[in-house]
């Protein structure tokens, strides 16, 4: 393996692993959010106040994940050889969409805007599944791929 492939399979990997921490933290956020609005069933035993700043850590989290990731998937996408498979075309998409809405939200909710606060829930639940997608269209082909030495 040359030296420079060697480097595209470390960031991949690396890229791996801080995505999954990232859905970790979005699964997180998104129960937290979800039952402290009594959406779902209890799943924490959490007062709703703890369950909103287990919601803000866990969304501070994503979204420094998602700016790392963001980095080091604008340093893999410089490789063409990376850019053949129709899937990267597809999380790159999806990985622009969730940056939108994700500081979009982020925006949002600090300014305390109307229109926006009362949509905010399907908001979130939209940057989930965005984030689902960035995560099912990458991190596991990264880790997978580190594992059996494809990349």
């Not at 990232?22 to 703890?50: D, E, M, N």
Request: hydrophobic share 60%; aromatic share 10%.
């Amino acid at each position: 393996m040359t030296q420079e492939a060697e480097r595209v399979n470390t960031l991949l990997f690396v890229k791996g692993l801080i995505g999954l921490i990232v859905f970790i933290a979005a699964i997180g956020a998104l129960i937290t959010q979800l039952q402290s609005r009594k959406l779902i069933p209890p799943i924490l035993r959490l007062k709703p106040a703890a369950l909103l700043h287990w919601h803000r850590w866990s969304g501070r989290v994503a979204l420094i994940g998602v700016v790392l990731d963001s980095v080091i998937c604008i340093e893999i996408g410089l490789y063409p050889v990376l850019r053949r498979d129709p899937r990267h075309v597809i999380h790159i998409i999806l990985g622009v969409l969730l940056a939108g809405f994700f500081l979009g939200k982020v925006w949002t909710v600090r300014r305390k805007l109307k229109w926006g606060m009362k949509r905010i829930i399907p908001w979130g639940i939209g940057v989930f599944i965005l984030q689902a997608g960035v995560f099912l269209s990458a991190t596991l082909f990264a880790l997978w791929a580190r594992l059996v030495g494809l990349a």
